[in-house]
T-cell receptor
């Protein structure tokens, strides 16, 4: 099975950079994904790492190191609209079909 | 495609009543997931289906919960009888069999049991 750990909350000011770490214990997974969820909304896909290294998508970047069982999401040039919860997730390889497991989520609070 | 469609968006019911939540996955997706989200427990996977067959229901909290997927375009999650502790947001998500990177979520059903 999977266990994903991430901080519960991060606060930062507009324009700043925030890094959300995700450490995991797993017996196997396809890749590490990140989702954003605004209050009252549904989780929406942000980024994905199948291989080790950095993936950049605009202001957001995501990193994976399988050898360290670690990944992170980097939010740059923070904007007020980035205030949301962010989840790391994996698709489990322990069964042949693959279920998505999510971390507990990190609440990002952006202040003026 | 309209995305994953869930109904109802909000449901308020009295304790002991039966509740049925509905989900229409994205056409062509053959994996369907039901999640429950609460402040205390986060996003919990309740059950998932592949090609309409339940693969893992180990997350279903107890016998009061049941889920079906009679065809590729429809699934239900039923709670009978409902209890106040079932109050949560229930999400349905779908993905393709080989889509390892992304699950597409519906807008959720906010259930309140009073």
């Amino acid at each position: 099975g999977q266990s994903l750990e991430q901080p519960s909350e991060v606060t930062a000011v507009e324009g700043a950079i925030v890094q959300i770490n995700c450490t995991y214990q797993t017996s196997g997974f396809y890749g590490l994904s990140w989702y954003q969820q605004h209050d009252g909304g549904a989780p929406t896909f942000l980024s994905y790492n199948a291989l080790d290294g950095l993936e950049e998508t605009g202001r957001f970047s995501s990193f994976l190191s399988r050898s360290d069982s670690y990944g992170y999401l980097l939010l740059q040039e923070l904007q007020m609209k980035d205030s949301a919860s962010y989840f790391c997730a994996v698709r489990d390889l322990t069964d042949s079909w693959g279920k998505f497991q999510f971390g507990a989520g990190t609440q990002v609070v952006v202040t003026p | 495609d309209a995305g994953v469609i869930q109904s109802p968006r909000h449901e308020v019911t009295e304790m002991g009543q039966e509740v049925t939540l509905r989900c229409k996955p994205i056409s062509g997706h053959n994996s369907l997931f039901w999640y429950r989200q609460t402040m205390m427990r986060g996003l919990e996977l309740l059950i998932y289906f592949n090609n309409n067959v339940p693969i893992d229901d180990s997350g279903m909290p107890e016998d009061r919960f049941s889920a079906k997927m009679p065809n590729a375009s429809f699934s239900t999650l039923k709670i009978q009888p409902s209890e106040p502790r079932d109050s949560a947001v229930y999400f349905c998500a779908s993905s393709s069999r080989d889509g390892d990177r992304e699950a597409f979520f519906g807008q959720g059903t906010r259930l309140t049991v009073v």
